[in-house]
C-alpha cells in the first residue's frame, strides 16, 4: 500500500506539525510505504503541494488527510475530487471524521449522503441568488437605469393614448430610441 498524506493549514499561526504526525504515525502503524505533502496557504485554489498528489495520483492506492476541510473548499469540490481520486484507482480516507472510501458499505453509503446534501447546497445557493436578483431588481440596482424620469414616462402614455403622438415622434422629443418608447408604453400598459 503506498499513500499520499496530505497536510494543509490556512494560516500562518497554525501549525502543520500535529497534523503531520498524526499522519505519519498512521502510516507507520498500517506499515504504509507514504510521501508527506504539506503546504500553508490560505487558498484553496493555490495548493501546489495537492496538486502534486493529483498529477501524481496513479502512483497512490490512498490519499488520506486528517479532516476533509483540509481537502476541499465545500461539499460539491470534496465529491468532485474524491470522483477524481476514485477513477485514478485509489481511496481516500479522512482520519478524524468517518470517510473512508475503501469501506464498500459504510464509504459508499457515507459518499451517497454527501452527494445528497451537496445537491441540496447547490440547490440553496441558487434560490438565495435568485432571491438577491430579485429584491435587487425591485430595488432598482440591478440593470441600466432608465433614460426616462417616472414623470416623463407618464407623460409619454397619456400622449400617446390620446393618440395624438406616435412612437418616432416621442422617441424625437424625448432624445431616445423607439424601443425605449414602446417599453415605456408596455410598463404604463398602454399597449400590449
Known amino acids: 500500500m503506498k499513500a499520499a498524506l496530505y497536510a494543509r493549514v490556512s494560516t500562518d499561526n497554525q501549525k502543520l506539525e500535529p497534523q503531520e ?20 496557504s490560505s487558498s484553496i485554489k493555490e495548493r501546489p503541494e495537492f496538486e502534486k498528489i493529483m498529477q501524481d495520483i496513479k502512483d497512490y492506492d490512498k ?12 461539499l460539491q469540490d470534496f465529491l468532485e475530487r474524491i470522483n477524481k481520486v476514485r477513477e485514478s484507482g485509489a481511496e481516500f480516507q479522512a482520519l478524524d471524521q468517518p470517510i473512508n472510501t475503501e469501506d464498500e458499505m459504510y464509504g459508499e453509503f457515507l459518499l451517497n449522503q454527501l452527494a445528497l446534501f451537496a445537491d441540496l447546497e447547490r440547490k440553496m445557493i441558487r434560490r438565495r441568488m435568485e432571491e438577491g436578483f430579485k429584491k435587487a431588481k425591485q430595488e432598482g440596482k440591478v440593470g441600466r437605469p432608465s433614460s426616462l424620469s417616472e414623470g416623463q414616462k407618464e407623460s409619454i402614455a397619456l400622449r400617446y393614448s390620446e393618440k395624438s403622438y406616435s412612437y418616432s415622434s416621442l422617441a424625437h422629443e424625448y432624445d431616445v430610441s423607439e424601443s425605449t418608447i414602446y417599453r415605456t408604453l408596455k410598463e404604463k400598459e398602454v399597449v400590449d
Request: hydrophobic share 35%; aromatic share 16%.
Open 21 to 40: 504526525e498524526k499522519l505519519r504515525e498512521y502510516a507507520e502503524r498500517k506499515d504504509w510505504d507514504f510521501d508527506l505533502y504539506s503546504e500553508k
Open 63 to 74: 490519499v488520506v488527510v486528517t479532516k476533509i476541510d483540509r481537502f476541499a473548499r465545500s
